[in-house]
């Protein structure tokens, strides 16, 4: 009898094969090892026009076992700075968040986690929040305040964490 | 009870509408339950009681159903479009009717994700040919489908129902990503009833099945799925089972209780797990109830679905839970389950510790039971610089570590007495029994922390091997009972007498918590003879219990309910004591509690 596959798996593996087809630019992702879908190595091109410009930053991505109910989570292994990423490389986005904790922002439902979001979406979001931090829910305070304090001196630790991801 | 009282939002408004003779009336009528069973103590003090009601989720439900029907009678929406509407505002009634009179109606639609025409559609569940692929779980058809007939987003059913189990707030919005449009119970109630009739033919298979593969010898393929099935169904309830140590106890305080209504009360939440329009159901009640906080609480027993109802204060002077809480008052509680709990911390019954007691207490065992437990079993100080020292090998010729002092293990006294000797013989020296004095008082204040400690965690083990005890003689009574012919009620003082030792042995042990903090006094002493008096009846009854054999347990009922009764009696005494002597201010803490 061959193995049951999961919903998640084949819906993990349908992305997977989604994804080397239609390439998108500056996004990389698939399983680390063959024998387990439910870890991810991404490699993510700094958003062009940004400070985060011609790093190549690799981050992981954990899914629950019953995604897509549930959204993975995701974290950076490069160094980085930013305003909305954990010191730890934890990302902190809307699209990781599931809706329903406050039913009447509806004006963000769409920008939430749901079945129907995919790997591709969270990676592109995570590259638009690149672009424009949200300085308004900080994870990283002390980021923030130098985001917005002293752009030379944020600019300049960026710049440097780019060369290092080069390495 | 009307939906009008759906507005109350807080007491104080509760308060000021009804007057208490309308409440008192009320009360009458619909069964009010109080935190306190009288209204004056036996020496006259008149009490604030907590006016409460167990009301369990269907009954909430209920209510609701019925609010959104009266809603509706205002807004001729249809009461689904009206039931997404509540939701959506948070059961905000005056703001939707504003916003219902002010706002352009397609405006107030499209923003509350109902679609413009929402007329009853029906067969939503549709068979999807090959081509359709479920953009979920990404499984091909033919395969059945459910979607809006608004909306052209259609998935497979299971990915569906798992959609929308996994619903927290009871607003169950389309799956896709940009659609807006939420799925109204009517709709659900579609997905709901094909997905129960395909369980029910799942199982109708199943045994059809079943009955087939009874005709022959089983292949050692379906013994072995048969024993996989049995295995891990029996590793499941020992998974439900609270585990041995210590940090399940407090499962095990509302183990007992679950036994007894289990079955009944598993069967209720199986059904309501089971049906998907059910489980919606029950979403909206929590988030109503979420919503409403001050009014409802969910019993905070492990799986337990019901809740209390707040109805306010038999009281002038009292007009809020915190108020009542900062007088010293406990409010327990008591669910149709059967659980005791505190309505304003959410804890266990903890009577007569007080909330800051029981927060204080579980703190400070959390810092020193472990720590202290060690030093009092291994060390003893320095008698010099008061350090504790541990002893780590076996010559009794101690050097102080900090302070370099010379002396003797055993009586405590200076070394150079026994340098001749090395047998300790100054034990009765006048000093050296100074010392060891000197030692004592230095390690009362641990040993005052201990002493409760032991006592309170003596009744804690107490409680749960009674409980385990007592829940597997009730099987055998019961056993008994059946054959004996007895009738359920004649055996029902069984269940009533382990439901108060059980219950007393709960404030006992809290008790002892909060003698901890009680400086010494008159009062405290006459606390201490309650608590003792209290403690003669529970061990009594526990003996009786104990001594007795299952079969003669039916003839001595007459005992059973005497000790019962006197435990009763007893413990209804020691409660109002202790309250008294809290609520009065008679009784000082020592360290300031909050």
Known sequence: MAPKISTAQRRLLKEFQELLKSPTDGIVAGPITEDNLFKWRCILEGPPGTVYENGVFEAEMDFPADYPLSPPKMKFTSEILHPNIYKDGTVCISILHPPGDDPLQYESADERWGPLQSVEKILLSVCSMLAEPNPNSPANIDAAKLWRENRDKFDEIVRAQVLKSLD | MSASEFEYDSEEEYASSVSLDELEALSLTDSVHYTHKNRQTATGLSMHRMRYKPVEADEIEGQLKAHIRDVDGILQIGEDDCAVLMLKYEWNEQKLLEDFTTKEPGNLRRECGLATDTKVVSGLVETAGPEFMCAICCSEGPVETFGLSWCDHRYCVDCYVRYVRGGQTGLVKCPDTGCRL??????????????????????????????????????????????????????????????????????????????????????????????????????????????????????????????????????????????????????????????????????????????????????????????????????????????????????????????????????????????????????????????????????????????????????????????????????????????????????????????????????????????????????????????????????????????????????????????????????????????????LNRIKFVSDIE
């Open chain 2, 182 to 583: 939420y799925v109204r119970p009517r709709e659900l109630a579609q997905l709901s009833a094909f997905d129960e009739q395909r369980a029910l033919q799942k199982e109708e298979k199943e045994r059809q099945e079943q009955r087939q593969n009874l005709g022959g010898p089983l292949t050692s393929e379906q013994i072995m799925a048969k024993y996989q099935k049995i295995a891990s169904e029996s590793s499941d309830e020992e998974d439900a089972e609270p585990a041995n140590d210590d940090e399940s106890a407090d499962d095990a305080l509302f183990n007992f209780h679950e036994r007894h209504i289990r079955q009944q009360r598993l069967e209720k939440q199986e059904l309501r797990n089971k049906v998907l329009l059910s489980r919606y159901w029950y979403a909206v009640v929590l988030q109503y109830t979420k919503k409403h906080a001050r009014t409802f609480r969910n019993c905070p027993a492990v799986d337990c679905e019901c809740f209390i109802e707040y109805r306010g204060f038999d009281s002038d002077v009292i007009s809020s839970v915190e108020e009542y809480v900062a007088h010293k008052y406990i409010p327990i509680v008591q669910c149709a389950n059967g659980h005791r709990f505190c309505f304003a911390c959410m804890s266990e019954d903890h009577a007569p510790a007080t909330c800051a007691v029981v927060r204080k207490w579980i703190q400070t065992c959390a810092d020193e039971t472990e720590t202290s437990h060690w030093i009092t079993a291994n060390t003893k100080d320095c008698p010099k610089c008061s350090s504790p020292i541990e002893k780590n090998g076996g010559c009794n010729h101690m050097t102080c570590g900090e302070c370099h002092y010379q002396f003797c293990w055993i009586c405590l006294g200076d070394w150079s007495r026994h340098k001749n000797n090395f047998v300790c013989t100054s034990f009765d020296d006048e000093e050296a029994k100074k010392e060891r004095e000197k030692q004592e008082t230095s390690r009362v204040s641990l040993k005052k922390y201990l002493f409760y400690f032991d006592l309170f965690e003596i009744h804690r083990v107490s409680l749960k091997k009674d409980t385990e005890f007592l829940a597997k003689l009730e099987y055998k009574v019961q056993e008994i009972q059946q054959r004996a012919k007895v009738s359920w009620i004649e055996a029902h003082f069984y269940r009533e007498s382990i439901d108060t030792l059980l219950k007393c042995r709960i404030t006992l042990m809290w008790s002892y918590a909060l003698m901890f903090y009680l400086e010494s006094s008159k009062e405290k002493g006459m606390l201490e003879k309650t608590q003792s008096n209290l403690s003669n009846h529970v061990e009594a009854l526990s003996k009786l219990f104990e001594v007795t054999p299952t079969e003669n347990v039916i003839k001595k009922k007459e005992t059973f309910l005497t000790k019962a009764n006197a435990l009763k009696t007893s413990h209804e005494k020691c409660i109002e004591i202790f309250m008294e002597s809290l609520v």
